[in-house]
């Protein structure tokens, strides 16, 4: 499979998996792979070619294109919320229940969880605390599309992420998602927050297209686009 490892300073690295990424940060003491993948299914090994350190998985969500290799892991960290959506993909795994407030030390490099339900019921985000990162999934992009079509979105719940999020723009400088643009402004998040508050107001004109056989609309805000249920 084709992908591309990109440095992103000494000790973290992203892997352009197509039109997804993952990310692999290290400590001290150990490394974690967060997600793994879409088209690899070797996520692991190519982890454990970029660091001596033992590896262990997080995942942001549990969407397809983000846990492509985790069978080689006999559990992962994820949200419970996530658990529905990871059983209809057929892998296996136990999930290790992370959320809201939980602290993960790689050794001198805290990561703390926030909870950003609404794209998924069990969407997290990844506050790398010294490096001032943070490293968001799929809820935050720019120049993106995200999805927010089906039966475990949830716009309103999505609105009171970013709002919540927002609050906490102080914690960090820049924010790497997982599509498109890397990294991106905090001020992304306010501006997806008031978007998505127009759409469920009828403000913003949404184009009908197709999406996985499924009849959807995009709402293009000018810095990204959500792809919404008819």
């Known amino acids: 499979m084709s992908y591309e490892v990109i440095a ?40 454990e070619g970029l660091t001596s350190l033992p590896v262990f998985l997080l995942n942001t969500h ?11 892991f006999a559990s992962f960290y994820m949200h419970p919320a996530e658990q529905p959506v990871y059983n209809r993909s057929g892998k296996p795994g136990n ?35 010294n490096h001032r990162v943070l490293i968001s999934g799929d809820p935050i992009q720019q120049n993106g599309r995200i999805f927010m079509f089906g039966s475990h979105r949830n716009m309103h719940e999505y609105i009171q992420s970013l709002d919540r999020l927002e609050r906490r723009t102080s914690e960090f400088d820049e924010i790497w998602p997982s599509h498109a643009d890397i990294p991106i402004a905090t001020d ?16 913003v004109a949404g184009k009908p297209e197709e999406m996985h056989g499924q009849a959807i609309v995009a709402y293009d805000l000018g ?3 959500l792809l919404c249920d008819q």
């Open 188 to 203: 992304v998040i306010g501006k997806l927050r008031d978007g998505a508050r127009r759409i469920l107001a009828g403000k």
């Open 62 to 72: 549990a969407d397809r294109d983000h846990i492509g290799s985790n069978e080689q």
């Open 95 to 129: 999930i290790i229940p992370v959320q809201e407030g939980d602290c993960i030390d790689l050794g001198q490099r805290l990561l703390k969880i926030i909870d950003l339900p609404g794209h998924t019921p069990g969407s997290i985000a990844v506050l790398d605390v």
């Open 8 to 47: 992103m300073g000494a000790d973290t690295w992203r892997i352009e998996d197509g039109g997804v990424r993952f990310f692999l940060l290290t400590g001290t003491e150990k490394a974690m792979l967060i997600d793994s993948g879409m088209m690899v299914n070797n996520a692991r090994e190519i982890a």
């Open 223 to 225: 810095f990204c686009t």
